[in-house]
Every structure is written in C-alpha cells, then in structure tokens.
C-alpha cells in the first residue's frame, strides 16, 4: 500500500525530523516517491520514480529535500508496486488549480472502480487513478461551489466525498491541500496525527503508516474508519486539528 | 451597536478600500475604533477611544493604518458603548494568549451578565467591559482545556466553551477571533455580511456586520438559524472553510457522540 505524509505549520517549517522516518517505515515501496510543498504561493513537487531506499539508505534526494523543503504545509507519497506505473510524472503529490487557490493532492487506497470516471478537463491524459480521483474532487467541488459563495469548502467536499464513494466504492484516504488549510478524506483504515512537544515548534504530523513516526506509537492518535460507506474529513491548519466532520 | 470587520486572505493584502467604507458606513458608533492583525504570529492592535468618523471626515490615524496595514487576515471593530467606559483601553480588539498561541478578539453585543465574570487566569484584560469578560471567559475555558489539545478538534472546545457562556451568562453574542492563521466568527444575534471575488473592494475574503455590506455587490447574510444557539464560521486563506450551527446543549451531545440527526449530510 502507499503512504501518505502530511505536516501542517503555522509557518514555515522544515519535515527534517518526520520524513527520514516515514521514508524508513515505507522502503517495501519501492516505486517512487514526492514531496510538495508552497512556497510564495505557488507549488512544488520534487518527485522520483526510484525506490525511496537504495542500498540501506534512503533516497540521496528525498534526504537531502527532507532537510531543505520548508513550508506552512508539506505533503509526502510513497509509492507502492501495486501502483503499477514507474514514471516519475506519474509520482505522487498531483497538483492542480481552481476555486483561487494551488492544491495539493496525495491519494492511497484499494479503488479500481474509479477508473470509470471522466472528468471533462484532465490533470493528466494517462490512467492514473490517482489523477482520476483527484480530477473528481475538483469537478465535484468546483460544481458545488458554482455561484454559491455561501457554501463552505467543507460542505462542497463533504458532498463530493459521499457521491465518490457512493458512485465509485473502494477504500480512500487523501490529503488534499492548499497555501492554509490541509483536509484530510478517508473512509477506510486510519490516518495518525502527532502533535509535537512545543520546544519543536508549533506543528502537526499526519501519516497513514502503521504505529507512526517516532519512537513511542502512544504519542500519536488514530483516526479510524470502519464504514467505507460513511467515511470522515480532518480539517488542519496551523498546528491544530480544527475540526472532525463524520459523512 | 458596534460593527465588525475582517479581511482574510491567502497572502498579505491591505484593506485600503474597505477599512474606509466600513468606518463611513458605521459612523453612527461614536465611541472608539480599533485594527487588529498579526506580524510573525504576533498580534499588533492600534485602537483609540476617538470618534472613527468627525465632522464629515475619517479619523486621520484610521485612513492612514488603512492604507498601510498590510497582513492575510485584518480585523476591525467600531465601538459603540454598550458597557465601560469610553477610552483606548475599551476599544477592540483586545488581545489574550492561549492554546499555545497569541489571538486577538473583537465583539459586539450586549451580554451585561457576564460582567462580574472573574477570570482565575492571568493576564486579566484591564477594560470593565462585557466583551473583555467574554474574552477572558473563552481564553479560561481554553487554558483549562489544554491537556485535551491533541486529542480534541478546537471547534469541539469551542463549542463546549460556547454553551457554557450562553447557558451560564445570557447574552448577546457576535464575535471575531483569530490567530493570525485562520479566523472564527460567531453569532447568536446580528448577521454577518460576506463577500468573495469582489470587483469594487480588495480581491479576499471580507465579513462585516453593516447590514448593507460595504458596496453594491451580493453580500451574503449568514445568520443563526431557528432553534439554533448561534452560527460558528471558520474562515481561512480566503476561503469559507467550515459553517457551523451551535446546537442546544441536548442536541450538541448526540451530534459529538455520532449518532444520526435529520438533516445530517448522508
């Protein structure tokens, strides 16, 4: 399975203690990996489609960006075999913009179904379900929000999420954010948040791998979903997790 | 009856246009003003005890914080006394540390029952004023609250902290509080006005309590709904992130506990 890493901070801050951590936990991936990030506005992604260890050490350029990529919000994909695609372009976090803002995106699951959907206005042309999925998000949410600027973002993706799951079941959890807020979808297994001590700074980690990315796995709380029919969105900016909306 | 403003952006952004006609439109509160933002997290207010607007012109020291002022979020409040004296210090915003960050608060309403409130956290605010004990009541429900931070959402503490004020102290209730990084507006009276996308004033996020909005676009009136305790909006990069009703004490416990409600999204 791919795993997914988030950080969210109210203001700039480096992943350097995190990301060496979530690369380790996740070398069986061995397909690719990316890192995104804001800066000034505006997206990057560095991704690769080498595995995230070579030899017994991770990636030269994942360890290096680790220490460098300093941002409100930064997003991580480590891409698994299954994903069954090698190209870098193909790599994980995807970006698009609409509804004003550059968005980020990071996506892991069990979800074939949603191959079937065709978004009139492509991220990328190749099948990559990923880009399907996340082609679904913004058309749903975009048509949600369309001369009603009374809705919230919340709501318009709240309602997207049901109709995904409802229209194309399977089993998602995605990061989706922009320059300030990060939501976090899912309705299957569990996405950890880990609030760390204040002398590190004021920040917020999540990840789906297994026991977290520190020492003691007690440190972290689980945000589990058992009902794939229902499913969960996480709402963080800053270093605090704002809200917990059950679909 | 005092009037709020805020501006909320992606990136910084000056409310030069609006910060005017916001002061022009709430003229008729005569007793102080105040402009709320934050530098690197921290909260910067300059406030005064004057009129906003005086024979037929702006307050000099308004105009020109309007035109210089420059941050991702910008609050305002026009004051007109409801409780206190009228002096700098009652002015708004007002400014408290808690939840492990610096925020800054601005109200209007009449809540005279939470005066005698006694804070048992310090700084206390030097204002004998309702909005500074809300403030405070707030900031103390927070801080005793902090063990519960990495575990609990804040709006779940707000929303606790929310329902013990009204049901404690009964009252008028229309706020804005922000940390610099997102803001939150509640309501249980007045509405709020708000506005995305606008062609005539700054390209953000604006929210204000003037009935009319500050130009002639499609303001949007958000206000508590029927059988609600007020309206909670969370507010952040630009956008309307999250709307939120306070529901009844009863109501609020069954909605936290998951079970299903009418009218819930599903």
Same mark, same amino acid.
């Given at each position: 399975?791919?795993?997914?890493?988030?950080?969210?901070?109210?203001?700039?801050?480096?992943?350097?203690?995190?990301?060496?951590?979530?690369?380790?936990?996740?070398?069986?991936?061995?397909?690719?990996?990316?890192?995104?990030?804001?800066?000034?506005?505006?997206?990057?992604?560095?991704?690769?489609?080498?595995?995230?260890?070579?030899?017994?050490?991770?990636?030269?350029?994942?360890?290096?960006?680790?220490?460098?990529?300093?941002?409100?919000?930064?997003?991580?994909?480590?891409?698994?075999?299954?994903?069954?695609?090698?190209?870098?372009?193909?790599?994980?976090?995807?970006?698009?913009?609409?509804?004003?803002?550059?968005?980020?995106?990071?996506?892991?699951?069990?979800?074939?179904?949603?191959?079937?959907?065709?978004?009139?206005?492509?991220?990328?042309?190749?099948?990559?379900? /990923?880009? =399907?999925?996340?082609?679904? $998000?913004?058309?749903?949410?975009? &048509?949600? !929000?369309?001369?009603?600027?009374? %809705?919230?973002?919340?709501?318009?993706?709240?309602?997207?999420?049901?109709?995904?799951?409802?229209?194309?079941?399977?089993?998602?959890?995605?990061?989706?954010?922009?320059?300030?807020?990060?939501?976090?979808?899912?309705?299957?297994?569990?996405?950890?948040?880990?609030?760390?001590?204040?002398?590190?700074?004021?920040?917020?980690?999540?990840?789906?791998?297994?026991?977290?990315?520190?020492?003691?796995?007690?440190?972290?709380?689980?945000?589990?979903? /058992?009902? =794939?029919?229902?499913?969960? $969105?996480?709402?963080?900016?800053? &270093?605090? !997790?704002?809200?917990?909306?059950? %679909? | 009856?005092?009037?709020?403003?805020?501006?909320?952006?992606?990136?910084?952004?000056?409310?030069?246009?609006?910060?005017?006609?916001?002061?022009?439109?709430?003229?008729?509160?005569?007793?102080?003003?105040?402009?709320?933002?934050?530098?690197?997290?921290?909260?910067?207010?300059?406030?005064?005890?004057?009129?906003?607007?005086?024979?037929?012109?702006?307050?000099?020291?308004?105009?020109?914080?309007?035109?210089?002022?420059?941050?991702?979020?910008?609050?305002?409040?026009?004051?007109?006394?409801?409780?206190?004296?009228?002096?700098?210090?009652?002015?708004?915003?007002?400014?408290?540390?808690?939840?492990?960050?610096?925020?800054?608060?601005?109200?209007?309403?009449?809540?005279?029952?939470?005066?005698?409130?006694?804070?048992?956290?310090?700084?206390?605010?030097?204002?004998?004023?309702?909005?500074?004990?809300?403030?405070?009541?707030?900031?103390?429900?927070?801080?005793?609250?902090?063990?519960?931070?990495?575990?609990?959402?804040?709006?779940?503490?707000?929303?606790?902290?929310?329902?013990?004020?009204?049901?404690?102290?009964?009252?008028?209730?229309?706020?804005?509080?922000?940390?610099?990084?997102?803001?939150?507006?509640?309501?249980?009276?007045?509405?709020?006005?708000?506005?995305?996308?606008?062609?005539?004033?700054?390209?953000?996020?604006?929210?204000?309590?003037?009935?009319?909005?500050?130009?002639?676009?499609?303001?949007?009136?958000?206000?508590?709904?029927?059988?609600?305790?007020?309206?909670?909006?969370?507010?952040?990069?630009?956008?309307?992130?999250?709307?939120?009703?306070?529901?009844?004490?009863?109501?609020?416990?069954?909605?936290?506990?998951?079970?299903?409600?009418?009218?819930?999204?599903?």
């Amino acid at each position: 399975m791919c795993e997914l890493f988030a950080m969210s901070a109210g203001q700039n801050y480096t992943a350097q203690d995190y990301l060496p951590v979530f690369a380790d936990k996740s070398r069986t991936n061995i397909s690719g990996w990316g890192i995104g990030f804001f800066r000034a506005g505006q997206v990057h992604i560095e991704k690769s489609c080498e595995g995230i260890y070579a030899g017994d050490q991770v990636h030269d350029s994942f360890q290096r960006l680790a220490r460098v990529v300093d941002s409100r919000i930064i997003i991580s994909h480590i891409r698994c075999s299954k994903a069954g695609h090698q190209k870098e372009s193909l790599a994980q976090p995807l970006s698009d913009h609409f509804l004003d803002h550059h968005w980020l995106f990071n996506l892991t699951g069990d979800f074939p179904k949603a191959a079937g959907y065709r978004s009139p206005r492509p991220i990328i042309p190749e099948e990559l379900l /990923a880009a =399907r999925v996340f082609e679904f $998000i913004r058309d749903g949410m975009e &048509a949600q !929000l369309q001369d009603r600027h009374d %809705l919230s973002l919340y709501q318009a993706l709240a309602v997207t999420c049901k109709k995904l799951i409802t229209d194309y079941p399977g089993e998602y959890i995605f990061f989706l954010a922009n320059e300030t807020v990060l939501f976090a979808f899912l309705n299957s297994a569990q996405v950890l948040i880990y609030h760390p001590p204040e002398v590190q700074g004021e920040s917020l980690v999540l990840t789906t791998v297994s026991g977290g990315l520190t020492r003691d796995p007690d440190n972290w709380r689980a945000y589990p979903n /058992a009902d =794939r029919s229902r499913g969960q $969105i996480l709402i963080i900016s800053g &270093a605090d !997790l704002l809200y917990q909306g059950h %679909l | 009856m005092c009037d709020l403003f805020a501006l909320c952006a992606a990136h910084s952004h000056c409310a030069a246009t609006s910060l005017p006609l916001f002061a022009a439109r709430g003229r008729r509160n005569v007793h102080g003003w105040g402009i709320g933002f934050f530098r690197q997290n921290l909260p910067v207010v300059e406030k005064s005890g004057e009129k906003v607007f005086q024979e037929g012109r702006l307050h000099a020291s308004f105009q020109r914080l309007a035109r210089v002022v420059a941050s991702p979020i910008i609050l305002a409040h026009i004051r007109y006394r409801s409780s206190g004296q009228v002096d700098e210090c009652h002015a708004h915003p007002f400014a408290l540390d808690f939840w492990g960050q610096s925020w800054i608060f601005a109200h209007n309403g009449e809540a005279g029952a939470i005066e005698p409130y006694l804070s048992r956290h310090l700084p206390l605010l030097s204002a004998g004023s309702d909005s500074a004990r809300t403030f405070e009541f707030l900031r103390d429900y927070f801080a005793d609250a902090a063990s519960r931070r990495r575990h609990t959402p804040f709006l779940q503490i707000l929303k606790e902290a929310l329902i013990g004020l009204i049901e404690r102290y009964p009252g008028e209730y229309n706020f804005l509080l922000s940390n610099g990084a997102f803001l939150w507006a509640f309501t249980n009276h007045r509405q709020f006005l708000l506005l995305r996308g606008s062609q005539k004033l700054e390209d953000a996020l604006l929210l204000t309590t003037i009935a009319e909005g500050l130009s002639p676009e499609n303001w949007q009136k958000i206000s508590r709904q029927e059988g609600t305790w007020g309206k909670i909006l969370l507010i952040a990069g630009g956008d309307l992130v999250l709307a939120e009703d306070l529901l009844p004490p009863a109501v609020e416990a069954i909605e936290s506990s998951g079970q299903d409600l009418p009218g819930r999204l599903n």
